[in-house]
Nanobody, 118 residues
Framework: QAQLVESGGDLVQAGGSLRLSCTVS????????MAWYRQAPGKQRERVAG?????????NYSDSVKGRFTISRDNAKNTVYLQMNSLKPEDTAVYYC??????????WGQGTQVTVSS
């Protein structure tokens, strides 16, 4: 059964840090490139970070988070993490994890709310 459970969101001040976690069912996690996405109010969901299987776990970041966010994965725990530093008010959004190629029609978890106050 597909399962994505995000956690770790909170209200923080600008400049603060948060670490998000996502526990993923084996059916989704195994042999898949994984990613974090976010959706701000009134905006479309966007992919902000990805981590790939093989190649030493290469990563990819959107320009808006590059240098501030770090994605990682623990294959033994079927878990993906997103370390977020130097948070800005514009990072406020609901954060989701899913596969790198996930579409709107795929299964999505509930997400976790990140709110950054100025």
């Amino acid at each position: 059964q597909a399962q994505l459970v995000e956690s770790g969101g909170d209200l923080v001040q600008a400049g603060g840090s948060l670490r998000l976690s996502c526990t993923v069912s084996e059916t989704i996690f195994s042999r898949r490139h994984m990613a974090w996405y976010r959706q701000a109010p009134g905006k479309q969901r966007e992919r902000v970070a990805g981590i790939f299987i093989g190649g030493g776990g290469a990563t990819n970041y959107s320009d808006s988070v590059k240098g501030r966010f770090t994605i990682s994965r623990d294959n033994a725990k079927n878990t993906v993490y997103l370390q977020m530093n130097s948070l800005k008010p514009e990072d406020t959004a609901v954060y989701y994890c899913n596969t790198w190629s996930a579409t709107q029609s795929d299964y999505w978890g509930q997400g976790t709310q990140v709110t950054v106050s100025s």
